[in-house]
């Protein structure tokens, strides 16, 4: 399988450690009824990790498709190596970032 989805996972996994309450707007639709509300990133990337993890757990691997593992692997990867890459002039936790859940 070729792709980059586990490197922009880790791209996500490094963006929810330096900006956890950024707001990111996310398009809901109830039956058709649109709308774009902004939810804080740690919710919108919980709730995307959670599913990666489930879908993958569920998948039929025999067929291919979308390796569910890699992003995940991807997303703790990024986690664990922006402490390495990112600017010393970038707080790693804002004031108060942790206190978001």
């Known amino acids: 399988m070729i792709g980059a ?3 922009i996972a880790g791209v996500l996994g490094a963006y929810l450690l330096l900006y956890p309450r950024a707001n990111i707007n996310v398009l809901m639709w109830i039956v058709i009824i649109v709308s774009i509300i902004k939810v804080p990133a740690f919710i919108v990337l919980g709730f995307w990790i959670v599913s990666q993890f489930f879908s993958g757990a569920i998948a ?4 291919g498709g979308v390796a569910y593992f890699a992003h995940i692997g991807g997303f703790i990867a990024g986690m664990c190596l922006i402490a390495f890459f990112k600017h010393s002039s970038v707080k790693m936790f804002p004031k108060g970032a942790l206190l978001c859940i």
């Open 5 to 7: 989805s586990g490197a």
């Open 60 to 63: 039929d691997t025999s067929s």
